[in-house]
């Protein structure tokens, strides 16, 4: 009976981990590029609060999200666009969603000398995994757009774990230091470009270079490695993004 218990207790951290945005080794390559790319100034005064770096606390939200306390953090992990690719008030879910949180925690943070540290430890664990999630493909909402099961490489999944996990896995078996490696090759002129803006125009971009994942697949498709190599390149841009922006968020904050 241990021996069973066991088996199903490793089966049900598997299937939480696959269930949410990127998966550990994502949340991770994106902390990892941002740590790269923050000033020695905002790193000193982050870890000085964390007690860490941030690539520790990743994937804190989806551990904790069902945590006692930590209940309302539940809807913040996606978003929703209208048909235009907006992120408006008419949309947005009012329980929370990645945007408004992420816009809330950097309000709070702006004033973090006047907070107690444990305020600005749970913000500073919202915005380095908010920021990660609002750029994964399955995290934005479309208007009457939604695909449940498919097969990847054989095996039924939903579509939403497609892009928490299952690409990444079917592409490569690079570690997250590994993964940031490849991922963090721009120009500081590419990095001005791709972090200018606001996480609401961040996240509505998202959107409209995310809305073919809906081209791509409908329920019950059978998704091999044509589909793989496609969905990969998305993949990788994403979480480029998400790291290059994460740094940025981090370092107008410290």
């Known amino acids: 009976m241990k021996k069973i218990a066991l088996v199903m207790a490793i089966a049900a951290i598997s299937l939480s981990q ?6 550990r080794v994502g949340h991770d390559t994106i902390a990892c590029i941002a740590e790269r790319n ?5 790193r000193k005064i982050i870890e000085k609060y964390l007690g860490h770096s941030i690539i520790y606390y990743a994937s804190w939200m989806d551990d904790y999200r069902n945590a006692p306390g930590y209940e309302h953090t539940t809807m913040w992990h996606g978003g929703s666009v209208d048909e235009n690719m907006k992120s ?17 925690a950097i309000e709070r943070l ?21 920021v990660g999630d609002m750029h994964c493909p399955s995290h934005v909402y479309y208007p009457g757009l939604k695909v449940r099961k498919v097969k990847l490489m054989g095996r039924e999944t939903g579509y939403h774990r497609v892009w928490d996990r299952g690409v990444i ?6 570690s997250y230091s590994e993964y940031a490696d490849q ?25 409209r270079n995310c809305r073919v994942i809906y081209d791509w697949a409908h329920d019950g498709s059978d998704l091999g490695r044509p589909f793989v190599n496609e969905a990969s390149r998305l993949v990788d841009d994403q979480l ?8 940025k968020v981090l370092d107008d904050l410290f």
């Open 18 to 23: 696959s269930a949410f945005g990127w998966g």
């Open 240 to 247: 480029m993004k998400a790291g290059y922006r994460l740094a």
């Open 38 to 42: 923050i000033s020695p100034k905002a």
């Open 88 to 104: 408006t008030d008419a949309v947005r879910n009012p329980k929370g969603d990645c945007v408004a949180e992420l816009e809330n």
């Open 183 to 207: 991922l963090d090759r721009l120009s500081r002129r590419e990095i001005k470009a791709i972090t200018t803006g606001t996480p609401t125009e961040w996240f509505e971009e998202n959107a």
């Open 110 to 130: 702006k004033h973090y000398r006047e907070l107690d540290d444990s305020t600005v430890v749970v913000n500073l664990k919202y915005v380095i995994h908010l």
């Open 169 to 174: 896995d079917a592409s490569h078996l690079w």
